[in-house]
């Protein structure tokens, strides 16, 4: 399964960097993309999509599922 976040926020490599360690750290994720210039991320893997909107927002980002 692969979903695709929103993350808003992100400012330079270091944001980028922990917004993908954020996400790499929610149970279920297998691989973790993070596109600061677009805005984006891309998780597969099983993890619930509100857990990994939630490991963004605890590292001060604002994230939302895109549809």
Do not use: F, I, S, W
Not at 14 to 42: F, I, S, Y
């Amino acid at each position: 399964m692969t979903t695709e976040l929103t993350v808003t926020g992100m400012t330079c490599g270091h944001c980028e960097k922990a917004v993908r360690e954020a996400l790499q750290n929610v149970p279920g994720v297998q691989t973790v993309q993070v596109d600061r210039a677009a805005g984006h991320a891309t998780v597969t893997g099983d993890a619930d999509p509100q857990a990994l909107v939630h490991a963004v927002t605890e590292e001060g980002y604002a994230a939302q599922v895109r549809a």
